[in-house]
């Protein structure tokens, strides 16, 4: 019912995150930051995840991250994430 439906999904994870800060430091966030992805919002998915890996380092956080990047060109940028996640 749901598949696909970026700009839903994006609404109603804002407002979980709102609700519930706890959230920021879980699946739920993972989720709204690959929703901002496919929109093509990666300016604002790569600020958000930037801090994020600050305090949670979850290694799919640092993929998405890496992969935003790339898409940005900012490959080298892509590089020092993608390691600091492998070590």
Partial sequence: M?????ELAKSYLQKLLQLAPDYQY???FLA??????ALQDTEVAQLELKQHVKTWGQ????ILLA??????GKT???RNY???MIA
Wanted: glycine share 4%; with cysteine.
């Fill in 26 to 28: 879980g699946d739920a």
């Fill in 59 to 62: 290694p799919e956080a640092y």
């Fill in 32 to 37: 709204y930051c690959k929703t901002l992805s």
């Fill in 76 to 78: 080298q940028e892509a």
């Fill in 67 to 72: 992969r935003i990047l790339i898409q940005l």
């Fill in 82 to 84: 993608f390691e600091t």
């Fill in 2 to 6: 749901f598949y696909k439906k970026f």
